[in-house]
């Protein structure tokens, strides 16, 4: 019991923000009548919040490297469709090699920012504000104010439609329309469950700090069981969008950084205390600077991923797509100083900006006050991260106090 509550109050934020995402659901759910969990609306939900994810990732890897945030992200996005339209649909490109070109944009874009970030030492708020305007110019010189539609159909397979139904000649008798997705759910579930019980048994041994078997246990069980309802969720409709295969290699990978890598230990060391890095020997400037420069090749996949979506390169894409990317890292236990917050946070916070816009819409509550509520909600979630340190803190300097009365 103990370690239980040892456990839940090093991730406070994240247990209660995982709280907080399935009343939403259960909420709405019960609001919308059961449309909220429609299968069909399951799939439309991912599709319309993949790229916010991929957008939030590397936003959290900026927000870890001390608190900073890339406002140029949602510009970059519509920059980087532009170009996409026009190499593919103007200038009849290769759609792999278009592909390619827009990730490489989208790394000379960060490399850019980076550079005057990190190495020139200016304030992040003003060179990604500068980002913004610079980038959401270009993307209207380049499309000279008109959208181009459509993509090449080999381009649109990317990031469209879902997963073949491959394996549905082994159990022809299920009665579901695509039972390869179901398979994936619980190849993902079992894999979870195995990792959990892993990382448990690597802490034990290395002698770190482990919670109880029936906590990873209990824990393990409920991931896996909504992984497997999911996937059950979307195997009863097409399967499983493509879309999710793109924004699962994001969370995978970028989940190995920040905890299996030394990059990732010393963003996390430059966020919490960028002079105590330097002086233990991290290159603090190049960790800034490849953050930034990871911002803007996600917000790269991100702008390819909603091209796909639309169909099309629009001058007002990607409008405000920064606002819920930063939302998300805060609202998923990301804090706002640095140095604090994880991709599974991260998800969890995108997960619930998702659902408050796909619950309100089906409800038919106009923009305006959605705008509302998400600004509510992201005001909560940093009030209590900052509330919740304050009361952590206040026994240790009502000891320090103590002692300082005794020695007196």
């Given at each position: 019991?103990?370690?239980?509550?040892?456990a839940?109050?090093?991730?406070?934020?994240?247990?209660v923000?995982?709280?907080?995402?399935?009343?939403?659901?259960?909420?709405?759910?019960?609001?919308?009548?059961?449309?909220?969990?429609?299968?069909?609306?399951v799939?439309?939900?991912?599709?319309?919040?993949?790229?916010?994810?991929?957008?939030?990732?590397?936003?959290?890897?900026?927000?870890?490297?001390?608190?900073?945030?890339?406002?140029?992200?949602?510009?970059?996005?519509?920059?980087?469709?532009?170009?996409?339209?026009?190499?593919?649909?103007?200038?009849?490109?290769?759609?792999?090699l278009?592909?390619?070109?827009?990730?490489?944009?989208?790394?000379?874009?960060g490399?850019?920012q980076?550079?005057?970030?990190?190495?020139?030492?200016?304030?992040?708020?003003?060179?990604?504000?500068?980002?913004?305007?610079?980038?959401?110019?270009?993307?209207?010189?380049?499309?000279?104010?008109?959208?181009?539609?459509?993509?090449?159909?080999?381009?649109?397979?990317?990031?469209?439609?879902?997963?073949?139904?491959?394996?549905?000649?082994?159990?022809?008798?299920?009665?579901?329309?695509?039972?390869?997705?179901?398979?994936?759910?619980?190849?993902?579930?079992?894999?979870?469950f195995?990792?959990?019980?892993?990382?448990?048994?690597?802490?034990?041994?290395k002698?770190?700090?482990?919670?109880?078997?029936?906590?990873?246990?209990?824990?393990?069980a409920?991931?896996?069981?909504?992984?497997?309802?999911?996937?059950?969720?979307?195997?009863?409709?097409?399967?499983?969008?493509v879309?999710?295969?793109?924004?699962?290699?994001?969370?995978?990978?970028?989940?190995?950084?920040?905890?299996?890598?030394?990059?990732?230990?010393?963003?996390?060391?430059?966020?919490?205390?960028?002079?105590?890095?330097?002086?233990?020997?991290?290159?603090?400037?190049?960790?800034?600077?490849l953050?930034?420069?990871?911002?803007?090749?996600?917000?790269?996949?991100?702008g390819?991923?909603?091209?796909?979506?639309?169909n099309?390169?629009?001058?007002?894409?990607?409008?405000?797509?920064?606002?819920?990317?930063?939302?998300?890292?805060?609202?998923?236990?990301?804090?706002?100083?640095?140095?604090?917050?994880?991709?599974?946070?991260?998800?969890?916070?995108?997960?619930i900006?998702?659902?408050?816009?796909?619950?309100?819409?089906?409800?038919?509550?106009?923009?305006?006050?959605?705008?509302?509520?998400?600004?509510?909600?992201?005001?909560?979630?940093?009030?209590?991260?900052?509330?919740?340190?304050?009361?952590?803190?206040?026994?240790?300097?009502q000891?320090?106090?103590?002692?300082r009365?005794?020695?007196?």
């Amino acid at each position: 019991m103990g370690k239980l509550k040892t456990a839940f109050s090093r991730n406070l934020k994240q247990f209660v923000m995982l709280i907080a995402l399935v009343v939403i659901i259960v909420f709405f759910q019960a609001l919308t009548k059961g449309t909220l969990l429609r299968p069909m609306n399951v799939f439309n939900l991912i599709n319309q919040n993949a790229y916010i994810v991929v957008l939030a990732v590397g936003m959290l890897m900026c927000i870890l490297s001390g608190g900073n945030v890339d406002l140029s992200a949602g510009s970059v996005v519509a920059f980087v469709g532009a170009c996409a339209g026009t190499f593919m649909i103007t200038w009849k490109w290769d759609p792999y090699l278009s592909v390619l070109l827009c990730l490489g944009i989208g790394i000379l874009i960060g490399a850019w920012q980076g550079f005057w970030i990190a190495y020139v030492k200016l304030p992040a708020f003003i060179v990604t504000l500068a980002g913004q305007l610079v980038f959401r110019g270009l993307t209207l010189i380049v499309l000279k104010g008109l959208t181009l539609s459509p993509f090449p159909s080999s381009f649109m397979a990317l990031s469209t439609g879902s997963i073949g139904n491959f394996l549905g000649s082994i159990f022809p008798g299920v009665g579901l329309r695509n039972i390869t997705s179901l398979i994936i759910g619980i190849a993902l579930a079992i894999g979870v469950f195995v990792m959990q019980l892993n990382k448990r048994s690597n802490r034990k041994k290395k002698g770190y700090a482990y919670e109880s078997l029936g906590t990873t246990l209990l824990r393990s069980a409920v991931i896996s069981a909504a992984i497997i309802y999911f996937f059950f969720l979307l195997a009863n409709y097409t399967g499983a969008p493509v879309v999710l295969i793109t924004m699962g290699i994001v969370l995978i990978v970028y989940s190995y950084i920040t905890s299996k890598t030394v990059m990732g230990r010393h963003l996390y060391a430059v966020g919490g205390n960028q002079k105590a890095a330097r002086l233990s020997g991290v290159k603090t400037d190049k960790i800034i600077f490849l953050a930034y420069v990871n911002m803007s090749f996600l917000a790269a996949v991100a702008g390819l991923i909603f091209s796909a979506r639309l169909n099309s390169s629009s001058p007002q894409a990607g409008t405000g797509f920064e606002l819920d990317a930063i939302a998300s890292c805060f609202i998923g236990g990301a804090s706002a100083y640095g140095g604090i917050g994880t991709v599974g946070g991260t998800l969890i916070g995108a997960l619930i900006m998702g659902v408050l816009n796909n619950g309100m819409s089906i409800m038919g509550i106009s923009i305006d006050v959605q705008q509302v509520v998400k600004g509510l909600v992201l005001l909560a979630a940093v009030a209590f991260d900052v509330i919740s340190k304050q009361k952590i803190s206040l026994p240790f300097l009502q000891k320090l106090t103590a002692r300082r009365r005794v020695r007196t």
